[in-house]
């Protein structure tokens, strides 16, 4: 879909503009959403730009209606809906876009190009003009600095295919350039009488075609227009031309057309910027494109002023540069600021109204205007980037704001914390890491440290100050006032200096650090206390998530409206006191440490502490109650992971049983799913202990729990004990029955195994038909064990038809790795690993997740009955070593005797160990394995001779040893796929 936005804004299919009923301004709307591409409008704001003065009288379901109309009439992927607003679609390809790009390009061509690719580049960009006006047939107030924006830089591309007819012009090969040159020239200097630019051009052009006469009438027009209109003379380039002509000169087209720059006054960074390469560059980047007004957004403490200061100094040599900080003034008006930028920029100001006589002052000069602490007067501050917008031209803005102008046509970077690094992750990540290397190179700097290199430190060093730079959030200013408070206590141990417990009372007594950035508590509480009451007392409420959450989750954890909990929401997105978060196309919101620990002083004081954690708690405890566990649950939780446990523990702090249990059994779901069985152990213990759960919360926990142990053995009373508390609940019926048939599997018990699956194929049958193709599977595993290859061949490709051919991220888990073994041991090895293999390639790709070792096991003995001793050993390592590596021993047992196995021939020693470790931890636990696994267990061990007898092992001593042989033997083969 290509969306024409330069000439007539329509569609290219006809070049039709958007048709509907009188009053809808479809147009209008399509106009806004392309100005503001890349950013959600919420529809309140679309009404008020569009319909002005008509908007109290109307109510957002006008938008909702022409945006519908916009998709029925050009497709439902040119405006999509958020939770932020509305946004243009990525598939819709304005020639807004295409233009930007070729005048970039043109800013990066070479200036001498014989080939003619700047002429080319050129002619294309403004053969996407259909018309002298970009928007047209759009109200002038609702595009106009945008409109000027792409006029101006129409301008500059006319311009520079002018200059370059000139030049080309002076070749025999292009008799007509020199006269295209003229007539394009003379257009430019129609449309604004003043451009000095285009009238050198046009002197040049005339004398070159003979007529110095008309040359002499350009100079002559321009001097008395340039004194009616700004009371000054032309320009140097202006005046050396016309007194080159006067005296005939022959190599008058060696003349410059531009005035050299006059000088800049710019802020000066004390020490060295780290880890903002990319953001300046972005900034740069939208200047050379022509863009004019450029917001820096971000938090307190971000770095925002040093960024502007960055680009100031990295502008190309000789731009003429102005800066003007709004902080400095105290009344915060429009005409203080212009009076203040005439001052700084040189220009006259005269006349009463000293905005519009800052803006004819401006009108015909080039400059960047570095513009510092927007937001002490947000709205002053718009007001006049508005107006200079507008009537000058050649000025391009660079504003350092917490919060953006919200003036049409303004280019939004965001400054972002640093990223974070991970603590424990690799030394190589830490050091390359831009908070860490910031935090050390301050640290030098205080005298705290020798050596700013990152490679001189060690790695429980690095990994300190990794600790350090993740409690700030990776806050600049944050990580400045630690380095500066380390700097104070000299002799202390780098460990003590790094502990930071209350970053907002971090301060430095720094000479030179200005006000505002001598502790975190004054920078933030500035921004909180600007808010109205009820947003601010929104932000003391979200206070008590611990990490991202959702507006859904907002509009049910704060007791206000949900409408005006949406609108606090975006506003303090706006305001920079919540961070956006885009995770797989939905949006999350989040509270830096600090913006949270100062709103959470709020809550308290204001007394609502205790009602916000409540209503905390029972949303995540409603939020998967009596769900079944999907992907969704699996992700949600994942997401969610810290407010979970947070509510969990609140709950179980206050008393809470019921509530506390709840969100234990939702963790489990999650917990059994990626097998993470330490956590899931101590805290299905914990809640188990309580008095306050009931019968069926305490029956969900004990299956559970049983899970994370591998291992059930509940006697017939148990059991019907279980089954009765579960009487309306056949999702965990089906996996008590599920868990007992798996728990006779492994003991050999296959007569029980079939007869519990029997039950629960019934009870899934009749209320619980997502449990059918793991129970389909595991009737095959039980079959393969039995004899049976055929019936647990069929079971095991009707278990695959059931999940059908797009996976879930559950079936990868709990049915493929249970089909494979069936196939395993119904003799097709490379079926079983071919399936392993291709699931474990797309759980990665489609859902992140990695191998568990259930998997990595099955995969491990698939290989090894195919003879691929190596990638066997790399599995079975897998399933051993690592973050989800096995707990049980009975599991750690079986893989491992499956490496000792895969290992024997390449390193028999340590196989040996191994096999004699893993039938050891087997025999503790009561495991059997299936008759092939057992028969390759028993001819790898013959091959090794026997054992060494082992007294005085208890299973946890041989679970550590298994570990560290796995850990040896990983280090020498190859890796598993």
């Known amino acids: 879909m290509q969306v024409r936005v330069l000439g007539p804004v329509g569609v290219r299919l006809g070049e039709a503009g958007p048709v509907a009923p009188r009053g809808e301004r479809p147009r209008e709307v399509l106009a806004v959403l392309c100005i503001r591409r890349g950013r959600p409008t919420p529809a309140a704001t679309i009404l008020d730009l569009v319909w002005d003065d008509a908007a109290p009288m ?37 020639d807004t876009d295409r233009f930007d790009e070729l005048a970039g390009a043109l800013r990066t061509a070479p200036a001498e190009d014989p080939l003619g690719r700047r002429e080319r580049l050129c002619r294309e960009a403004l053969a996407l003009w259909a018309g002298d006006t970009a928007y047209d047939g759009v109200r002038e107030e609702l595009v106009r600095p945008e409109r000027v ?5 129409r301008r500059a591309v006319r311009m520079d295919l002018a200059s370059g007819l000139l030049d080309a012009g ?38 070159r075609l003979g007529r110095a006469g008309h040359a002499l009438r ?10 009616a209109e700004l009371g000054i003379d032309p320009g140097v380039a202006a005046r050396k031309v016309h007194a080159r002509i006067l005296a005939q000169d022959a190599t008058l087209d060696g003349v410059g057309h531009r005035d050299s720059p006059g000088g800049r006054r710019l802020p000066v960074p004390v020490s060295p910027t780290v880890g903002r390469e990319r953001e300046r560059s972005e900034v740069l980047g939208a200047l050379r494109a022509g863009r004019r007004l450029v917001t820096v957004t971000g938090p307190a403490g971000v770095g925002k002023s040093r960024m502007l200061a960055d680009v100031g100094a990295a502008l190309p040599s000789g731009t003429p540069v102005a800066h003007v900080s709004v902080g400095a003034h105290t009344r915060q008006s429009a005409p203080d600021l212009a009076g203040a930028l005439a001052v700084t920029s040189g220009v006259p100001l005269g006349g009463a109204d000293a905005v519009a006589a800052l803006v004819r002052s401006l009108r015909s000069r080039q400059l960047v205007v570095l513009v510092d602490e927007a937001e002490w007067a947000p709205e002053a501050t718009a007001t006049l980037a508005s107006a200079v917008l507008g009537g000058a031209p050649m000025v391009q803005l660079v504003v350092a704001s917490r919060v953006p102008l919200n003036v049409l046509g303004e280019r939004l970077v965001e400054l972002a914390p640093l990223p974070l690094p991970d603590p424990a992750g690799p030394v190589e990540s830490l050091r390359s890491c831009a908070a860490v290397r910031l935090l050390l190179e301050r640290l030098v700097d205080r005298g705290v440290a020798p050596d700013p290199d990152p490679t001189a430190w060690s790695a429980q060093e690095l990994r300190a100050v990794a600790g350090a730079v993740v409690r700030l959030d990776g806050l600049p200013l944050a990580i400045e006032l630690l380095a500066a408070a380390a700097g104070a206590e000299p002799g202390r141990e780098l460990g003590d200096l790094l502990r930071v417990e209350r970053p907002l009372e971090l301060r430095s007594t720094d000479r030179g650090r200005e006000e505002r950035h001598e502790s975190l508590r004054g920078a933030l509480a500035w921004s909180v206390g600007r808010l109205d009451p009820d947003t601010r007392a929104v932000l003391a409420r979200l206070s008590v998530f611990a990490g991202r959450f959702s507006a859904a989750a907002a509009r049910g954890v704060v007791d206000y409206p949900p409408a005006d909990v949406d609108r606090a929401v975006q506003h303090l997105a706006g305001q920079h006191l919540v961070g956006v978060e885009r995770v797989c196309d939905r949006v999350y919101f989040r509270l830096l440490r600090t913006v949270r620990e100062l709103a959470r002083e709020e809550l308290v004081g204001a007394g609502h502490e205790q009602s916000a954690l409540l209503r905390h708690q029972a949303w995540f405890a409603g939020m998967w109650r009596d769900a079944p566990l999907s992907d969704g649950l699996v992700e949600h939780v994942g997401d969610h992971y810290d407010d979970y446990l947070e509510a969990m523990t609140g709950a179980l702090g206050r008393g809470a049983d019921d509530v506390a249990a709840d969100i234990a059994t939702t963790l489990c779901r999650r917990w059994l799913f990626i097998e993470a069985s330490g956590p899931g152990q101590s805290w299905t213990g914990a809640v188990l202990e309580r008095r306050g759960i009931t019968a069926g919360q305490r029956a969900r926990l004990q299956i559970a729990a049983a899970g994370f142990a591998n291992h059930l053995d509940l006697s017939p009373e148990g059991h019907d004990r279980m089954v009765t508390a579960l009487v309306a609940d056949p999702d965990w019926t089906c996996l008590l029955l599920l868990m007992e048939a798996i728990a006779a599997y492994v003991a050999g018990d296959l007569s029980n195994a079939s007869t519990r699956l029997a039950e629960a194929m019934r009870v899934s049958t009749a209320g619980a ?43 990868q888990v709990t049915v493929i790795p249970k089909i494979a073994l069936a196939l395993l041991d119904a003799g097709r090895p490379a079926e079983a690993l071919d399936l392993l293999e291709r699931s474990c390639g797309q759980a990665h790709e489609r859902f992140g997740i990695e191998p568990t070792p259930t998997t990595a096991t ?3 003995w698939a290989a090894l009955a195919l003879d691929r001793a190596e990638v066997a050993a790399g599995w079975f390592t897998r399933a051993l070593v690592g973050p989800q590596a096995f707990e049980a021993p009975g599991a750690v047992g079986e893989a491992a005797a499956g490496l000792g196995a895969a290992r024997a021939e390449s390193d028999p020693a340590g196989a040996g160990e191994l096999l004699e470790l893993g039938l050891l ?26 054992p060494a007898t082992r007294t005085g092992w208890t299973p946890d001593l041989a679970v550590v040893r298994v570990r560290q042989l796995a850990a040896r033997a990983g280090a020498g083969h190859a890796e598993a796929p």
């Open 149 to 153: 924006r792409l006029a101006e830089l």
């Open 170 to 207: 002076a070749r025999p090969e292009s008799p007509g350039a020199t006269a295209e040159a003229l007539s394009l020239a003379q257009d430019l200097l129609a449309a604004n009488p003043v451009d000095e630019d285009a009238a050198v051009l046009c002197m040049r052009a005339a004398y």
């Open 769 to 811: 038909p997502h449990h059918l193709p793991e129970l389909t599977a595991t009737r095959a595993v039980v079959a393969a064990a039995a004899g049976d290859h055929e019936l647990a061949v069929a079971g095991a490709h009707q278990a695959l038809a059931r999940v059908g051919e797009s996976l879930s991220a559950v079936h």
């Open 858 to 860: 099955n995969a491990g």
């Open 921 to 946: 931890l087997l025999e503790e636990a009561g495991q059997t394995l299936p008759r092939s696994l057992r028969d390759r267990i028993r001819s790898a061990a013959s091959r090794l001779g026997p």
């Open 218 to 227: 350009v100079f002559d027009t321009l001097r008395r227009t340039l004194r």
């Open 58 to 94: 109307l109510d957002v379901g006008v938008v909702h209606t022409v945006v519908g109309r916009l998709r029925r009439q050009f497709g439902a992927d040119l405006v999509h809906r958020t939770d932020a607003g509305y946004l243009l679609g990525s598939g819709a390809a304005l």
